[in-house]
């Protein structure tokens, strides 16, 4: 394996400020798929999981395999995709083309490249979503409800609820009697 390298100090440190500002921070597993395991079981163990993303990127930024593969680029389109459209999608959309990658079009939430449409719901009203594509699903305020990929979030509305990705839906819970 040589060293060069390909994200510098002040760019790892911006993907690891927009990894931990989209809450993936706690996805590793997720983040080094397509990463071979003998390269990643060298990784130093930190703890929490904010720490061991920034030691991560630190490893990856300058690491290339004998066969000329650069396994930060697996990490970077996995944060994309683990994102979505939230806003911290840029800074590693920004990441994959200073190393030479062609960045996917970004998905709108209903996946068809038309704007999400906006459903109105009752403050105090029960709300469930489900995730079933990439993305996440997060309420604001207090009383919140999140789920990751191929999850299921339910609870009171409080203020708003962000969903993004593909594949989401939103459904008004039947009202208890």
Do not use: C, Y
Request: proline share 5%.
């Amino acid at each position: 394996m040589s060293s060069s390298k390909h994200i510098h100090e002040e760019g790892v440190r911006a993907l690891h400020q927009a990894a931990v500002g989209a809450g993936i921070a706690g996805r590793r597993s997720a983040l080094l798929l397509g990463i071979d395991a003998t390269v990643t079981a060298r990784f130093p163990v930190e703890n929490p999981p904010s720490a061991q993303i920034l030691s991560d990127l630190f490893q990856l930024a300058d690491l290339t395999l004998p066969d000329g593969s650069v396994p930060i680029i697996a990490w970077l389109r996995n944060a994309l995709a683990l994102v979505g459209s939230h806003a911290s999608a840029g800074v590693f959309e920004e990441a994959l083309r200073s190393l030479g990658q062609a960045v996917p079009a970004r998905e709108t939430a209903s996946g068809r490249g038309k704007p999400p449409r906006r459903a109105r719901f009752k403050e105090g009203g029960r709300v469930q979503a489900t995730n079933t594509g990439s993305g996440s699903i997060a309420q604001g305020a207090t009383n919140a409800i999140s789920a990751g990929a191929g999850g299921v979030a339910a609870g009171r509305i409080k203020n708003s609820i962000v969903i993004t990705g593909s594949g989401n839906t939103v459904r008004r819970s039947p009202r208890k009697r």
